[in-house]
């Protein structure tokens, strides 16, 4: 754990929900750190963190493929190229989902997914949106790698970052440099501050920045 220390002491900038975790974790012993790490994130902290590399997926528009950071092919319904990014729709084998539609957002470094649950399960949240860098890397190619953080939106309701732990655990093992890390977390700022100031309604907020998404 003492290693997360440097990280956050690198990062004095910082506003918004990032800013308020590393104010508050600034200077702690590593016990007070574990401590910290687990009021200030959305879930009790687990008693070991196992440190895992960036996601990392390919979006294949002219085979109409996604593949997933696990390596496995998925067949896609649907992509749909606009000036602010890359939209995806596709089936989802499972009992809970059977639907999903993305959409890559590279100028605020998020990916924005609606998934659609079966009947029988009941919806967490509205909107994940996920903190990475999205890319289009070929002509036909997009790339996206994840960055840990998400935000769970309820529209109208509230915003809930999580995934603090994963990232910081990740930083420790060496896995994300400061540099990337300290970007996630000012990424992950400006979107709960966006969403706080527009009533954590995803499109307003999206509007704000001339983004019009289109969903199912």
């Known amino acids: 754990m003492s290693a997360l220390i440097p ?3 690198a990062v004095p900038a910082m506003t918004g929900i990032a800013g308020y975790v590393a104010r508050d974790m600034r200077g702690a012993t590593p016990g007070q750190l574990a401590t910290k790490l687990a009021t200030t994130s959305p879930g009790p902290l687990p008693a070991v963190i196992t440190p895992a590399r960036p996601k990392v997926e390919y979006f294949n528009l002219a085979e109409l493929t996604n593949t997933d950071a696990r390596g496995f092919v998925r ?3 649907r992509f749909h190229v606009e000036p602010w990014g890359l939209y995806m729709a596709r089936t989802v084998g499972g009992p809970q989902f059977h639907y999903v539609e993305s959409w890559l957002l ?6 924005a997914t609606i ?3 079966n009947a029988s399960h009941h919806r967490e949240q509205d909107f994940c949106l996920d903190i990475g860098e999205f890319a289009k890397v070929e002509p036909k190619r997009w790339k996206a790698i994840d960055h840990y953080l998400d935000i769970m939106v309820q529209g109208g309701r509230k915003s809930e970052l999580r995934g603090v732990e994963d990232l910081l655990a990740a930083h420790a093992a060496g896995l994300v440099d400061t540099a990337q890390a300290h970007r996630a977390f000012d990424r992950a700022a400006a979107a709960m501050d966006g969403l706080a100031a527009h009533d954590h309604d995803v499109a307003r907020w999206l509007g704000s920045h001339g983004i019009i998404l289109s969903w199912m």
């Not at 590279?106 to 990916?111: K, Q, T, V, Y």
């Open 115 to 117: 998934t659609h649950r």
């Open 106 to 111: 590279p100028e605020l470094c998020i990916r």
């Open 75 to 77: 067949s896609v319904e």
């Open 7 to 9: 990280l956050l002491v």
